[in-house]
């Protein structure tokens, strides 16, 4: 089975802007978790989706959001950028069933806002 | 809230030496437990898991853990580490009512010497 991918793995953008990311999961699994990797704060959750429903959230700004695809695949989109914005964006998938659940990480996209 | 807490922040070995990461967590009920490791410039990569049962677990690559629950530890061994063991390691916890929202500890740098 093919991994989780991220896309794109680089991404470079000044302050104000917006931008979406992209995670497609391992074929199969339905549940997708967004992860925020910075020097400072380590590995921070943003949210989970589940059949196309946000389960899950954690304590960031309004300014996070995201979305789940019929096919599973998600996006997550930062408005307004901060310079703190900077991090590694990881996403996870799972089959999606509470319990024996094991998440499984993507290469990650690295933004860096300028 | 919940949070995890790993006790060595950077950790130099030589090889051949044993290795032990002290993980702790806070949270009252039932919980899965796990060991990912991020070697320079790859993803995160599942090393173990803990949902149920013996309370010892063993992972890839000769790694194994042990879940106290009296003491909230999950704590990783190896009894002798090699020159590519060299990576950040990380203990994650999640209620196991849940499916995503892992709670990651700050993470340990091992460097291991040839």
């Known amino acids: 089975k093919a991994g989780v991918t991220q896309t794109p793995r680089y991404l470079i953008k000044t302050r104000g802007q917006q931008v979406t990311l992209s995670c497609s999961p391992i074929s199969g699994h339905r549940s997708v978790s967004w992860y925020q990797q910075t020097p400072g704060q380590g590995l921070q959750f943003l949210f989970e989706y589940f059949s196309e429903t946000q389960r899950n959230k954690g304590n960031f700004p309004g300014r996070f959001s995201g979305r789940q695809f019929s096919n599973s695949r998600s996006e997550m989109n930062v408005s307004t950028l901060e310079l703190g914005d900077s991090a590694l964006y990881l996403c996870?998938?799972?089959?999606?069933?509470?319990?024996?659940?094991?998440?499984?990480f993507g290469p990650g996209t690295r933004l860096l806002v300028l | 809230a919940q949070s995890v807490s790993q006790h060595n922040h950077h950790v130099i070995l030589s090889e051949a030496a044993s290795l032990e990461l002290g993980c702790n967590y806070s949270y009252g009920g039932t919980v899965n437990l796990f060991w990912y490791v991020q070697y320079p410039g790859q993803h995160l990569q599942l090393l173990l898991k803990y949902f149920s049962g013996d309370p010892l677990v063993k992972g890839i690559k000769g790694f194994e853990a042990e879940f106290i629950k009296s003491k909230f530890s999950f704590n990783l061994r190896k009894p002798s580490v090699q020159w590519s063991d060299t990576a950040e390691y990380f203990c994650a916890v999640r209620p196991s009512s849940n499916t995503g929202k892992l709670i990651f500890g700050q993470g340990t740098t091992l460097q291991v010497k040839p």
């Open positions: 996870a998938s799972s089959p999606g069933q509470p319990g024996k659940e094991t998440q499984y």
